[in-house]
């Protein structure tokens, strides 16, 4: 069975940080474009960081550039998001997806190319 599952979701305070995994089962990662998504209560789905499937380009929301990275983990077939200096604007849950995109260098925060979906993590930044 082809599932992407995500973990590492809580609450946390204003300032805090986390760490998101999407691990994947029956089927590898290295072989697709990965990107993580997020949806707000009331708000639509937003795309937050993308990682292609080589060369490592990586894509992130201007809304948490130089606070969120993403991060392969080949061997684990695992894929990270490190988040720091949370906000509460930060709050949603969170999904990975994997996609096929044209060049194996590209990704983009856009949901279309993305085949694959978890079932979502929960953040909740608040104090």
């Known amino acids: 069975q082809l599932q992407l599952v995500e973990s590492g979701g809580g609450l946390v305070q204003p300032g805090g940080s986390l760490r998101l995994s999407c691990a994947a089962s029956?089927?590898?990662?290295?072989?697709?474009?990965i990107g993580w998504f997020r949806q707000a209560p009331g708000k639509e789905r937003e795309g937050v960081s993308c990682?292609?499937?080589?060369?490592?380009?990586?894509y992130y929301a201007d809304s948490v550039k130089g606070r969120f990275t993403i991060s392969r983990a080949n061997a684990k077939n695992t894929v990270y998001l490190q988040m720091n200096s949370l906000k509460p604007e930060d709050t949603g849950v969170y999904y990975c997806?994997?996609?096929?995109?044209?060049?194996?260098?590209?990704?983009?925060?856009?949901?279309?190319?993305?085949?694959?979906w978890g079932q979502g993590t929960q953040v909740t930044v608040s104090s």
């Open positions: 990682i292609s499937e080589s060369v490592g380009t990586t």
């Open positions: 997806a994997a996609g096929k995109f044209t060049l194996r260098s590209m990704c983009n925060l856009g949901p279309g190319r993305y085949e694959k």
């Open positions: 029956g089927f590898t990662l290295d072989y697709y474009a």
